[in-house]
């Protein structure tokens, strides 16, 4: 009379998602004639162990994105604060002590300086449009009122979903063409050309050589910064984030300091409450970025832009508080078309990614 045996041993591995993978062997004796072959064979049942889920507290992605946009709109007002020490300079300085800051980030992460072999061109070229980006931007504040500045600086996700179109390969609808009028729309009725509006221009900062510098700066930086963002997206998660800050923080510095040295622009900043502000605008900057990222992280990216339009409200009221200045109506009306744009094209990716998913 044949023994039945019967053994199990169970082996548990931990993949990198915490699911707990639990093997069960079972062995049968070939003397059981009972069973068929197929049940002769060793069997293995296979039970996939998911952890509970952390509870999320509802509206925390939201609430980064705002953090994030009250920290880029202080920045601004601390530029347009800033007297004697030209956009370049101040660029400089916040990629100088965002390197510093982001040091002890990589090396705590494990990520080396370089990243990746096959990104690097990505990451250097994400560096120099970003760095150009922000150069371009803290000139426009310079050189035009600050709401102006931030609106047109603003309209830059509706020429990311072109350029996304162009080189990424992405659907671009009807609405995508439409909402790209709206935002030079916008930008027109804040440049106000002489040839339409005439060459008595009410509310402008200084004289009108300024203004359309600024607007052509920050038109440019926008463009800029749409770039980065389609740069981003083509690298994907396949490197870290701090990396591509490291790489923008260095890209930038060194091309600040060549642009500083043929424009013979360099100047040291008053003691006391200017060299604060620009260690502040670093800082902030830094603290602005990781938000961000963090707000992208867990919420979706069509809330979190429409989040970011709050950096346009904000600018008025800085604007009004701290310099005195009303908006005339043309910055108003350009603004209001650019807002519209851009959550325009927030909320159709929301719509499309929530109707795939």
């Known amino acids: 009379m044949g023994d039945y045996t019967d053994w199990n041993h169970e082996r548990v591995l931990s993949a990198e998602d915490d699911i707990t993978v639990v093997f069960h062997k079972v062995d049968r004796d070939d003397n059981d004639d009972d069973e068929d072959d197929e049940d002769d064979r060793a069997t293995e049942r296979i039970h996939l162990q998911y952890p509970e889920k952390k509870k999320r507290c509802p509206g925390l992605g939201l609430f980064y994105g705002l953090l994030a946009t009250v920290f880029f709109s202080i920045i601004a007002l601390l530029v347009k604060t800033i007297q004697g020490v030209h956009a370049v300079e101040i660029s400089a300085i916040r990629c100088f002590f965002q390197m510093l800051f982001v040091v002890p980030l990589l090396i705590y992460h494990k990520t080396g300086f370089l990243g990746p072999r096959d990104r690097r061109v990505y990451l250097v070229l994400r560096g120099f449009t970003g760095a150009n980006a922000m150069i371009l931007l803290f000139y426009a504040i310079q050189q ?7 609106v047109i600086m603003f309209s830059n996700p509706v020429f990311t979903s072109l350029l996304a179109w162009i080189f990424l390969k992405e659907r671009c609808t009807i609405w995508d063409c439409v909402f790209t009028v709206f935002t030079l729309t916008g930008v027109l009725l804040i440049a106000r050309p002489p040839f339409l509006f005439g060459e008595r221009l009410h509310g402008i900062e200084g004289n009108y050589t300024n203004h ?16 980065t963002f389609v740069i981003l997206r083509k690298m994907g998660k396949s490197v870290h984030y701090y990396l591509s800050v490291w790489y923008y923080a260095v890209i930038g510095f060194i091309e600040c300091i060549i642009a500083l040295s043929v424009l013979g622009e360099w100047t040291l900043p008053f003691c ?3 060299r604060w502000i620009l ?7 830094i603290a602005g970025q990781t938000f961000l990222t963090k707000a992208l992280q867990i919420e979706k990216a069509g809330p979190v832009a429409l989040m970011r339009t709050v950096d346009v409200v904000l600018a008025f009221i ?6 005195n200045r009303a908006p005339t109506w043309w910055s108003l009306g350009g603004a209001l078309c650019v807002v519209v744009s851009t959550s325009g094209v927030a909320l159709q990716r929301w719509y499309s990614s929530t109707h795939k998913s």
């Not at 510098?213 to 770039?227: L, P, R, V, Y």
């Not at 260690?279 to 900057?285: D, S």
């Not at 800085?318 to 310099?323: A, D, G, K, N, P």
């Open 144 to 150: 035009m009122p600050l709401a102006d500045a931030t």
């Open 279 to 285: 260690m502040l605008i670093a800082v902030l900057g």
């Open 272 to 274: 006391g409450r200017d």
């Open 318 to 323: 800085f604007q009004f508080i701290f310099f």
């Open 212 to 227: 359309i510098k600024g607007t052509i700066a920050a038109f440019a930086g926008a463009i800029g910064a749409a770039c």
